[in-house]
């Protein structure tokens, strides 16, 4: 089984710390992919600066393919971040190369020859995901925190598997909100809750699973983890409980380290 991670990507600036972490939604999903022993590939676009250098050789260290990611003349993305008072707290996005990020036809032959793709808001895919979806291949979008966004609707109908993220607990409003989404085209919507766990619909019931409680050193990347987790619940087979559980799982590992990856 190989998973396609395509859209954006950044590198995480701790300026005060001196650190700089690789990441992005779909960077991280496809290497926790690989952390569990699944073939993943990643397509995007980095630039010709130190940072676009070092995150395409930080994904080939960690197995991921990089055949598909364009190198373009300019700067790679970077997200300032800073911790204050143990919390991280984003400062400036500058996109960079990614802004003008646009798959081409190779890339979505090459995506739709693998087993899943998996994307996300950020990344600039949105309008071509019915290519994808016409080819047969599954489909997983992570939405993030923009249940609001024109995005949502826009893409919502060429997506399998929906994820959000939010800052919420399981209530009515919530749940409202899935049964729509789900209405418009996806197998399973699911929402991240950060502490109250996670929930998800598929038509005809809703399914919820608590978090994993481990010593958390970071949370940047628990939810991409979720995520990826939750691919390898779906790609094994699993029941939408059964995925929750390997989501859960995933996110645990990536909690109790500093950084996405």
């Not at 080939?60 to 997200?79: L, M, N, P, Q, Y």
């Not at 109908?157 to 085209?185: C, I, P």
């Not at 950060?194 to 038509?203: I, R, V, W």
């Not at 939810?223 to 995933?250: N, R, T």
Request: glycine share 12%; hydrophobic share 35%; charged share 25%.
């Amino acid at each position: 089984m190989k998973v396609a991670a395509v859209g954006d990507n950044c590198v995480d600036v701790y300026e005060k710390e001196g650190k700089q972490y690789p990441g992005g939604n779909p960077v991280n999903v496809a290497v926790y992919l690989r952390r569990m022993g699944l073939d993943a590939s990643y397509t995007g676009a980095v630039g010709t600066d130190e940072y676009g250098a070092r995150l395409v050789e930080a994904l080939r260290g960690k197995g991921v393919d990089t055949s598909h990611v364009h190198v373009e003349e300019g700067s790679t993305a970077i997200t300032k971040v800073e911790i204050v008072d143990g919390n991280r707290v984003f400062g400036d996005y500058i996109e960079g190369v990614m802004e003008t990020f646009r798959m081409s036809d190779e890339d979505v032959a090459f995506l739709c020859g693998h087993d899943l793709v998996v994307s996300g808001i950020w990344g600039h895919t949105a309008e071509d995901l019915g290519k994808i979806k016409a080819s047969g291949t599954p489909v997983v979008f992570d939405y993030s925190d923009q249940p609001q966004d024109p995005i949502v609707d826009a893409s919502i109908a060429n997506v399998d598997y929906a994820f959000f993220g939010l800052e919420s607990e399981d209530n009515d409003e919530v749940r409202t909100f899935m049964r729509d989404k789900q209405a418009r085209g996806p197998k399973v919507v699911v929402v991240t809750l950060g502490e109250h766990g996670s929930l998800a619909y598929d038509g005809s019931r809703f399914y919820t699973h608590g978090i994993i409680e481990v010593p958390i050193a970071d949370t940047m990347g628990a939810g991409d983890s979720f995520i990826a987790g939750y691919i390898k619940g779906i790609l094994e087979g699993q029941d939408v409980p059964g995925c929750m559980e390997s989501g859960a799982q995933s996110s645990a590992v990536t909690l109790q380290y500093s950084g996405a990856w």
